[in-house]
C-alpha cells in the first residue's frame, strides 16, 4: 500500500499562475485534510474533507479550492498564485478520533 | 472557539537529560490528544496519543499525561538522545468540528 501520496514534490509558479495539487490515498479513510506549513512555522488547516461530495474550510481557506468526488482524491486548487503562498503543502487522511497519516508534501515556490 | 497552546516554543536539553513539552486546550469535549514529532524537511508523523479515559500512556523513553480537569497534557521525553532533535506538536481533536487542532509546535534540541 502506497498510504497518501501528493504530486508533484515540488513546483515553482509565477504571481497569478494557477495549478492543482494532487492527494490520493489508498488506505480508504472518509476523512482528508490540506495543511500548510510556512518555514519555521506550524500547520494550519486550509479545507478538509469528512466524506465524498463534502468539503468544510479551515483557518486560511483564502485563494484555495478543493473537490472530492471519490474518497481517494483530494486535490488542492490554487487560483492566482501569490508569494504568500510560498509554503509546503501537506494533505493527510485519517479515520476521525486516530492517528493522522500525513503524505510527504509538495513544496511550492511563488515568484 | 477551539485552541491549543502549547509551551515551549523551543527547548534545548543535554543528551541524556528530560525534556518535558507542555499543551492546555479549549474544547472541554476534546477526548484523543496525539502527538506528532517532525524531523526536518520531513512530514509530521505520530509519536504517541492518548484518549480521556486515561491519565497517563508510556511508550519506551516516551510517556504521555493528561488532566482533564485543568485541560492540561504533556509529553515527556527521558534520556534524551541527539536524533530526539526535532519539532513536536500537540494536538486535540475537535469533537464538534471533525478535525486536528494542533498546537505550534515546540522545537527540542539535544546537545550531545
Known amino acids: 500500500n502506497a498510504g497518501v501520496t501528493q504530486t508533484p514534490k515540488f513546483r515553482i509558479l509565477k504571481i497569478g499562475q494557477s495549478m492543482t495539487l494532487q492527494c490520493t490515498q489508498d488506505m480508504n479513510h472518509n476523512y482528508m485534510y490540506w495543511y500548510r506549513q510556512d518555514p519555521g512555522m506550524g500547520l494550519k488547516l486550509i479545507y478538509y474533507s469528512v466524506g465524498a461530495g463534502i468539503t468544510d474550510k479551515g483557518e486560511v481557506p483564502n485563494g484555495y479550492n478543493v473537490s472530492r468526488s471519490t474518497t481517494e482524491d483530494f486535490p488542492l486548487r490554487l487560483e492566482l498564485a501569490a508569494p504568500s503562498q510560498t509554503s509546503v503543502y501537506f494533505c493527510?487522511?485519517?479515520?476521525?478520533?486516530?492517528?493522522?497519516?500525513f503524505g510527504p508534501g509538495t513544496r511550492l515556490t511563488v515568484t | 472557539g477551539e485552541n491549543v497552546e502549547q509551551h515551549p516554543s523551543t527547548l534545548s536539553v543535554q543528551e541524556g537529560d528530560s525534556a518535558v513539552i507542555k499543551c492546555t486546550y479549549s474544547d472541554s469535549a476534546s477526548n484523543y490528544f496525539p502527538w506528532y514529532k517532525q524531523e526536518l524537511g520531513k512530514r509530521p508523523q505520530l509519536i504517541i496519543d492518548?484518549?480521556?479515559?486515561?491519565g497517563e500512556k508510556k511508550d519506551q523513553r516516551i510517556a504521555v499525561t493528561l488532566n482533564k480537569t485543568a485541560k492540561h497534557f504533556s509529553l515527556h521525553i527521558t534520556e534524551t538522545q541527539p536524533e530526539d532533535s526535532a519539532v513536536y506538536f500537540c494536538a486535540a481533536w475537535g469533537d464538534s468540528s471533525y478535525k486536528l487542532i494542533f498546537g505550534s509546535g515546540t522545537r527540542l534540541l539535544v546537545r550531545p
Open positions: 492518548i484518549r480521556s479515559n486515561v
Open positions: 493527510a487522511t485519517g479515520l476521525g478520533e486516530y492517528e493522522q497519516y
